[in-house]
């Protein structure tokens, strides 16, 4: 089972990192990074195996906004996009 | 991989324009709690319904958490209850004192089912809860009632209409210091679904499972934006596409929910209602939809139309993302539930006339209407009755929600707060109409070939 982690706000040094050990704390192995940055906006899209979790998917989603509190975090379940983008 | 295009979608669909799952409905049928002592009756009733809902909060939370999706309510629908109150005797009051704490207990919002289905006639325990249904929803605070008066195949029980005409007024007035909230949980049905997870009007039909799970998906917001995106010349054929395809996208996000609700509970998955239902959020509007689609102002010239083309475009898109869609999918008109409606009938661009043309071609019916206080119950029969025909003709269902503001004057606003709104108080037509109702009978169900 993987999840889709989003980070969205202002772009600042060390979101990538910080999210990331977040997730490491988490056991939560990162499949894929997409990170764009407009301007000044910065948005990062991790996929994570999450089989192996030593926590909910609540608390891995409160690391990582304790880890960038400045950030608008999202941790949804890959079943979502699948079920609502494919056929 | 997911493509990025779609997740940004996802999360603006539930972050910016309210898309969210609107209910997780069980289900109950209470037909083995029947008793001919009302006591012993009422306590099966409240055992059977905590043993089988008393994880569903947690579960929807749980859920909720998991996909990052918020379930607004949960919530139970049961047998009618008028069955229940036909077998025991006694006052049903006592039935609808313990669903109300058992709703209380589970903690979930809304429990529907304190109903009956008159619309051939009156059986055991029929009249009886129908007369005890102002005092019912008087002395509770989560109970709902729902009473099915008409049906294109039995035609309409016009007694039961000018019985409910009554009630309705009288439900108001027991609650006239507190908005008069009692009428705004009371639905007065013709042809009604057996499993609508919509409240006020849900309960659980006789030909329904044991215990079912059903789901109501909602996002009008949703719908408004894909549409303001679109180009103003766009065709209405393209329209009706973006509606389409926006309601697959939505019904989806409803199906993965239910099935994985179901599992966890351990209780069959029932239906998707998907229903574009508004909510006093600003944006949350099916209003807006309507004059996104090219209307100065929701209740204009071009109304009916463009809601019909939404109504039957949201049902072509849930209907392709899912294989269980029932109860009334489609587009919800409740006044003062929706942000643009209010604003509509505040400045009379939206009539009752209107809204009950708009009625013929929408999921439901007259919903959340503010009426004046001093109206006699023998209008609100006949504004029932009319409502009815609509449905009975139609072979569609059709709903009845008014609300008469006792002790408030033409103009004023009713503020019922949270999800039901506020609404001013709608001008009606004077004249009268009680020798009519007050004649009684039937009447008779139409034909169904000849149609012109």
């Known amino acids: ?87 | 991989m997911i493509n990025m295009k779609d997740i940004m979608e996802t999360i603006t669909m539930i972050q910016d324009e309210h898309l969210d799952i609107r209910t997780i409905t069980m289900g109950i049928s209470l037909i083995d709690c029947c008793d001919s002592d009302i006591d012993k009756s009422c306590q099966k009733v409240y055992d059977k319904i905590y043993r089988l809902t008393k994880d569903l909060v947690k579960t929807g939370e749980d859920i909720e958490k998991k996909y990052g999706i918020p379930i607004v309510n949960k919530r139970i629908s049961v047998t009618p209850i008028s069955i229940l109150a036909g077998v025991s005797g006694g006052d049903p009051v006592k039935y609808a004192k313990t669903l109300d704490r058992v709703a209380k207990d589970v903690g979930v919002n809304f429990i529907g089912g304190y109903s009956a289905l008159v619309h051939k006639g009156f059986s055991a325990g029929d009249r009886e809860l129908i007369e005890s249904i102002p005092r019912a929803l008087a002395e509770t605070d989560f109970v709902c009632s729902s009473v099915n008066v008409g049906s294109t195949k039995a035609g309409i029980n016009m007694d039961a209409v000018k019985l409910m005409g009554e009630v309705v007024k009288e439900t108001a007035e027991l609650t006239k210091d507190r908005q008069c909230i009692g009428a705004a949980k009371l639905v007065v049905f013709c042809n009604a679904p057996e499993d609508n997870p919509f409240m006020a009007g849900a309960f659980h039909g006789i030909g329904e499972p044991d215990c079912v799970l059903n789901v109501g998906v909602s996002g009008p917001g949703v719908v408004r934006a894909a549409l303001a995106k679109m180009p103003k010349d766009a065709s209405l054929n393209e329209v009706a596409d973006l509606i389409k395809k926006t309601a697959f996208k939505i019904t989806r996000m409803g199906q993965l929910v239910g099935t994985e609700a179901s599992a966890r509970l351990g209780v069959p998955f029932g239906i998707i209602d998907l229903s574009l239902a508004p909510t006093p959020a600003v944006g949350d509007s099916v209003a807006y939809i309507l004059e996104e689609i090219g209307l100065e102002q929701c209740g204009t010239h071009g109304t009916t139309a463009a809601l019909a083309m939404l109504n039957d475009a949201v049902k072509k898109g849930g209907v392709m993302a899912s294989s269980n869609v029932g109860g009334l999918s489609g587009a919800f008109i409740p006044v003062s539930e929706d942000a643009g409606m209010i604003e509509a009938a505040k400045a009379g661009t939206l009539t009752i006339e209107k809204l009950e043309a708009m009625t013929a071609v929408c999921s439901v019916g007259l919903d959340m209407i503010v009426l004046p206080g001093e109206t006699p119950a023998t209008t609100i029969s006949a504004i029932i009755a009319d409502e009815a025909a609509i449905g009975m003709v139609n072979s569609k269902t059709t709903a009845v929600r008014v609300i008469p503001a006792i002790g408030y004057k033409e103009g004023e606003i009713l503020d019922f707060g949270g999800l039901l709104g506020s609404g001013p108080i709608m001008a009606i037509n004077e004249k009268a109409s009680d020798i009519m109702i007050n004649r009684g009978g039937k009447i008779p169900a139409p034909m169904q070939s000849l149609k012109n």
């Open chain 1, 1 to 87: 089972m993987r999840a889709v982690i989003t980070v969205l706000g202002k772009d600042m040094v060390g979101i990538l990192a910080k999210a990331s050990t977040a997730c490491a704390e988490s056991n939560a192995n990162v499949v894929e990074v997409t990170q764009s940055v407009l301007e000044d906006y910065f948005a990062m899209i991790m996929l994570v195996d999450i089989d192996k979790l030593n926590c909910s998917l609540e608390e891995m989603k409160n690391r990582i906004e304790a880890a960038v509190p400045e950030m608008k975090v999202h941790v949804m379940h890959e079943d979502i996009f699948n079920s609502m983008h494919r056929i």
